[in-house]
């Protein structure tokens, strides 16, 4: 028996005594379009056939209201919620920091660390430290964050340009969309 009470919870989407408007624009449940028809024919339709009567379309004029087992749509709707949430790619932002001073090596493990963040979908913000005198040196964070961008082997795009925050310089970059 699929008949929903109208005293149920229904997120919003009003069914069968909830709907207050005279007439409605009627689909029965396979489909067909069965005209402007009042609501009360509407509603003694979907209680014949054992279904509800569930608005589709409320900012309609007349609202559409469909004929169908609630219960079921209900359960489609949150299927399909759920498939498209699982096929959403969530952009994580990941930061990688560096001093000014920092040697061959260490640069090419961050920028190694960098392409890995690249190839797995994230945001990456890589940031050149400054302390105490290397303040009047910002030439070198600009030099420092070149010769990172130079390492890296896939292709990226700069979301925000190399500028400086504070004591820090920083540059945002994430991977190029693969077509």
């Known amino acids: 028996m699929a008949y929903v009470n109208a005293n149920n919870n229904n997120k919003g989407q009003r069914t069968n005594e909830m709907i207050r408007v005279r007439e409605v624009r009627l689909i029965d449940d396979e489909g067909n379009q069965l005209g402007i028809v009042p609501t009360v024919d509407a ?5 014949d056939k054992d279904l509800d009567l569930v608005e589709v379309s409320p900012n309609a004029n007349p609202p559409v ?36 001073k920092i040697g061959s090596g ?41 010769e ?5 082997t896939s292709a990226y795009n700069i979301d925000k340009p190399a500028k400086m925050d504070g004591k820090m310089m920083s540059i945002t970059i994430s991977p190029k969309a693969a077509k």
């Not at 004929?67 to 079921?72: C, N, P, R, V």
């Not at 890589?126 to 302390?131: E, K």
């Not at 990172?148 to 890296?152: E, I, M, N």
């Open 43 to 47: 509603l003694r339709m979907a209680k």
């Open 65 to 100: 209201c469909k004929i169908l087992d609630f219960g079921k749509y209900r359960f489609e709707q949150e299927k399909k919620l759920r498939e498209s949430k699982k096929n959403q790619k969530v952009l994580k932002l990941k930061e990688i920091r560096m001093q000014p």
């Open 148 to 152: 990172v961008l130079k390492r890296l």
């Open 106 to 146: 260490d640069l090419d493990t961050k920028a190694k660390h960098v392409q890995e963040f690249l190839n797995e979908g994230d945001k990456v913000k890589i940031t050149v430290r400054f302390r105490g005198r290397e303040l009047a040196h910002t030439e070198l964070g600009f030099d420092v964050l070149n």
